[in-house]
């Protein structure tokens, strides 16, 4: 019997030993619709070892065989499972309807039930960012959201572009929506009024970040969505949701893309003319052979995008730990233009005091060098001379090895081209412009942020939040001797020119909150949160530079230390402080879980007005479903309503009755200050400058039919008032300008997104459809506007196509940004009003309408597909309506370069009322020698239908090997148009502001890119 209950004690600590030993356990990770679940927490039980689904939702790891496996994933129900010596475990997770209530993040990053929120708000996920990208990833976002509008910046790699929400709202200031970066204001983004030709987008907070570091965006596109922002929440809002350590194994994620991009969308000059006379810049001569274009393509380089980041993210159930480096480093098609990036992540939390206390603390650098971005227009634009360029020319005398000469007299090298004339233009080598007219813009950016939250009870925690955003910049040009003296003046061309642009700022936002979320009765229900804010913010800058009246003494000896008493250099100097404080609160009331009322309100003091102002908000959500119940057919039902009063406070200066004068160093003088509050003759100063003020009312709906097909429709009507506009001041006043309240501008529209969750076998489709259209108003103007139409400032209007803001007449509305210009005149029988040579007359001014570049109507259809290994998606991006006007293509006839100015001299010249003219009078006057020319008959429709991005990947099973998940993909970005009527494409604009949205003038062209991505997991 002892020797029995020996073998047995012996048998059981076998058994208990076996069980001990660790077994390679396996197995799939599932939802309810047998859909595989990617990056689910898989860990063993107790400990903090253990690893996560692949994009199969397929796991691998070692585990002690009669141990346990805990699963977690956000949105479904944890679920912990008994290995009992199996080596494969296979899960189906249930959907958390209390988790998925709590999943959408909102203004100040509160997050709330999604059914309980009254506007409309879209989410994209971070792997949207990531399929193909871009070295800024704003512009990965063009098509994937209804009503945004991306228009990409000018400057090459890197450049800030335009975003736009439901529409242009302000006359005189910025259009963008706030940037909020993990619930703290950054700032806004590229999309101001005033600018002339060649003057891009810089840099902004937005295109510094690494899209690896970004787990989401929220778009928030109305005034009720973002109006806990106050001042700032007239444009809506983009909230950005950045990754964060994960409890559970050390994960490393390893991203590489690299793509290659061709200039697309070239001009078409003609091969057929030559020039009148040798060196003459047109070719209006007569017939020639052996000319070429070829030199307009050869001038592009390939461009090249490498984009390389890794994380790691580690940590236990009580503190986490995020960390990232990422690499970007571009050369774009223009020669000489490059961009170099480094980012830098450290993000850490943790909880304390028995997971009361829960700190959250990040910070990031940034460091950018940006080398000579392209320009548009006349002046610092290599494709002007390049596109001007005679082809039968022979080209190659002025290429990259010969766009210099040295010059013995002077014991330098000087520009060779024989073409610069003073045309109102300048017109050089491109080669020079790319390697001797330099530009360097170095900027370094630390943000830095802390969170501290506490759980006073279940139902309620406190909460404190510090960002402080730093930044310094450099900007250097540098134009070497014998640049065109139309740019630099006769003294500037022969020495060159220099300047240095640099700064310093900070912006530093703090917050506190309170927020309460319980049940007040069995049927009531209460999401409270009141909370004060302060935003301060800080920059300096100077500017010194060669002045254009004196030039510098040396040639090409760029340094501040190049001037002297008869060279003096210009010098600038400014400094400016805001502070915006602010008191705020939003509840949301729920009944039954079937009607919601929310209420926000935000009092605010700015440091531009002289008294507070209230900005307040109401919505109202009933869960229809709740009522008539679901079926079958509709699983979700909800209809929503809320309207909103939001602001826009007025700029620095605004309301500054004695601002300083600054010193004129080429008269002795001082100049004239810029702006002033408006004042009448008698000096009766008009009522301080007030925030603008956008009042917007929303409606919608929001179903799930068949528990897989997604609908959300919105309505909204947006009317912003007390425009801030600026009007030109009398000389006696001092100003040359006033700053004034008058206007108004009006947006409404609907937008929609439908998704669809298909899987037939191993087959998973998730197309998605979004759509949108926006209906711009001038309602009305200052009565101090005399005119008909309100010019909306740039310095080249008068010799290009005037952008205007009309006054309402006989109950019809102009839109912001309406194209005016000179054109055709008609007879009363429908032909073509002509003089005593048969040649078309022109009205005298810019007086006809001839368009608007804003689209009438947004669409964009995202396809997801995977079978098996296999992923393949791609997007098809749309725009319907307005018109774009190319000033590149009026140049190309005012000198006989355009293929259609040889056509028409083949025919023997251009019909007009049925006669025949001769095709050089015609081109000189219909293009208006450049100057004023017929803007209708440069004028193109915008509409467009294009592959935006495709993307074909394979994931490699690698089992138990150091690489947990690779996935191999082809990319490609902006691959061909379905559709396409103008010559360029039309989303390309001269710099990413209001005033020449949908103007071509010598910019860089778009581009076509191909390439691939690695993706791997540790």
């Not at 990053?109 to 800024?136: F, H, M, S, W």
Request: proline share 4%; charged share 20%.
């Amino acid at each position: 019997m002892k020797k029995l209950y020996m073998l047995v004690v012996f048998l059981a600590c076998c058994i208990m030993y076996a069980s001990a030993q660790e077994i390679t356990v396996k197995g799939t990770v599932t939802d309810s619709q047998n859909s595989p679940l990617p990056g689910v927490n898989v860990r063993i039980t107790g400990t903090t070892k253990g690893t996560s689904t692949d994009v199969n939702g397929k796991f691998s790891l070692q585990a002690p065989g009669n141990g346990t496996l805990t699963f977690s994933y956000i949105g479904y129900v944890s679920q912990t499972v008994s290995i009992s010596g199996k080596t494969v475990v296979n899960v189906t997770l249930a959907n958390d309807s209390k988790m998925l209530e709590m999943v959408t993040v909102t203004a100040l990053g509160i997050e709330q039930k999604t059914k309980t929120l009254t506007y409309a708000t879209q989410n994209v996920g971070g792997a949207e960012l990531e399929k193909v990208k871009d070295a800024n990833f704003v512009n990965s976002l063009a098509g994937k959201a209804a009503g945004v509008v991306i228009t990409k910046g000018t400057g090459g790699p890197g450049s800030a572009s335009r975003i736009e929400l439901r529409g242009a709202k302000s006359i005189g200031g910025n259009s963008a929506p706030i940037y909020v970066i993990d619930g703290i204001p950054i700032g806004q983004g590229a999309g101001g009024v005033n600018s002339g030709l060649g003057d891009g987008a810089g840099i902004d907070p937005l295109s510094n970040l690494n899209p690896d570091d970004i787990e989401s965006i929220q778009v928030l596109k109305g005034a009720s969505a973002a109006a806990l922002y106050g001042s700032a929440a007239a444009n809506g809002a983009l909230l950005i949701t950045t990754k964060k350590g994960k409890a559970g194994a050390t994960r490393i994620d390893f991203n590489s893309s690299s793509s290659f991009e061709t200039a697309v969308g070239l001009p078409v000059t003609q091969t057929r003319y030559g020039r009148t006379a040798p060196g003459a810049n047109d070719m209006w001569g007569g017939k020639s052979s052996g000319a070429t274009n070829a030199f307009i393509k050869g001038f592009y380089n390939t461009g090249q995008n490498f984009l390389n980041s890794v994380s790691l993210s580690s940590g236990s159930e009580k503190a986490q730990v995020y960390v990232s480096y990422a690499n970007t480093k571009a050369n774009g098609i223009v020669p000489n233009n490059s961009l170099l990036k480094h980012n830098f992540t450290l993000r850490g939390t943790g909880k304390f005091l028995d997971d009361k206390l829960t700190l959250d603390g990040s910070v990031n650098y940034i460091y950018q060098k940006q080398e000579n971005p392209p320009k548009a227009g006349r002046y610092y634009s290599p494709m002007f001379g390049l596109y001007l360029f005679p082809t039968d020319d022979n080209f190659s005398k002025y290429d990259k090895d010969h766009f210099e000469v040295y010059d013995p007299s002077r014991k330098l090298s000087v520009q060779n081209w024989p073409y610069m004339k003073n045309e109102f233009s300048s017109n050089q080598n491109p080669y020079w412009i790319a390697n001797r007219d330099l530009s360097e813009n170095f900027s370094s950016r630390y943000i830095s942020s802390f969170k501290a939250k506490y759980d006073i009870a279940k139902w309620l925690f406190i909460q404190a939040r510090t960002t402080l955003d730093a930044y310094n910049y450099r900007n250097e040009f540098k134009a070497y001797a014998t640049t065109d003296a139309i740019i630099l003046g006769d003294l500037g061309s022969r020495n060159g020119a220099y300047n240095v642009n640099q700064g310093y700022g900070t912006h530093l936002y703090s917050d506190f909150l309170a927020s309460a979320n319980t049940s007040i009765t069995k049927n009531v229900s209460l999401e409270a949160t009141v909370g004060v804010s302060d935003d301060r913010s800080f920059d300096y800058s100077t500017y010194t530079g060669s002045s254009y009246s004196f030039g510098m003494p040396y040639a090409n000896y760029f340094s501040l230390n190049n001037y002297d008493l008869d060279h003096p250099f210009d010098i600038n100097e400014n400094e400016g402080k805001g502070i915006n404080q602010a008191v705020f609160g939003t509840a949301t009331i729920g009944y039954k879980e079937t009607v919601f009322l929310n209420a926000t309100g935000r009092n605010e003091w700015s440091y531009t007005t002289p008294k507070s102002y209230f900005y307040p908000s109401v919505g109202l959500s009933y869960v229809l479903t709740k009522t008539i119940g679901t079926s079958d057919i509709l699983s979700f039902a909800k209809l929503r309503a809320t309207y909103a009063n939001v602001g826009k406070a007025p700029g620095r200066g605004a309301n500054n009755y004695n601002p300083p004068y600054s010193i004129n160093h080429t008269t002795g003088g001082t100049n004239a200050i810029n702006n002033l509050p408006y004042f009448d003759q008698e000096k009766n100063y008009y009522p301080s400058v007030k925030p603008e003020r956008t009042k917007t009312y929303e409606f919608g709906a929001q179903l799930k039919l068949f528990d897989k097909l997604d609908i959300d429709l919105a309505y909204y009507d947006a009317h912003t008032n007390d425009q801030i506009i600026t009007i030109a001041a009398p000389t006696a006043s001092g100003a040359q300008n006033f700053i004034l309240n008058g206007g108004q501008i009006r947006n409404f529209g609907f937008e929609g997104t439908i998704g669809y969750n298909a899987r037939f076998g191993d087959l998973q489709w998730t197309p998605a459809l979004n759509f949108s259209r926006n209906i711009n108003q001038v309602r009305q103007l200052s009565p101090l506007f005399t005119a008909d139409r309100y010019t909306i400032a740039s310095s080249d209007d008068s010799r290009l196509v005037g952008t205007y803001l009309t006054k309402p007449k006989d109950g019809k509305y102009g839109a912001f940004g309406d194209y005016y210009g000179r054109a055709i005149i008609k007879n009363p029988d429908g032909s073509i009003k002509v003089d005593d040579q048969g040649l078309p007359v022109l009205t005298d001014a810019a007086s006809t309408y001839v368009g608007n570049p804003n689209p009438k109507f947004l669409a964009g259809f995202n396809n997801n597909f995977r079978f098996k290994n296999i992923n393949l998606s791609f997007l098809v991006d749309s725009r319907f309506g307005g018109q774009v006007f190319s000033y590149t293509e009026t140049w190309l006839d005012y000198k006989g370069a355009s293929q259609r100015s040889a056509d028409a001299r083949d025919a023997g010249g251009v019909l007009v009322n049925g006669k025949k003219v001769n095709a050089h009078d015609y081109y000189s006057r219909v293009s208006g020698g450049a100057d004023n020319g017929a803007v209708p008959e440069y004028t193109y429709s915008a509409t467009n239908i294009r592959l935006r991005e495709l993307t074909l990947g394979y994931t490699f099973k690698l089992g138990d090997k150091s690489f947990k998940n690779l996935n191999v993909a082809f990319i490609g970005r902006n691959l061909f148009f379905f559709h396409k009527n103008s010559p360029f494409d039309p989303e390309q604009s001269i710099s990413t502001t209001t005033n020449t949205m949908g103007i071509d003038a010598f910019g860089v062209p778009a581009t076509r890119s191909f390439g691939f991505s690695v993706k791997a997991s540790l």
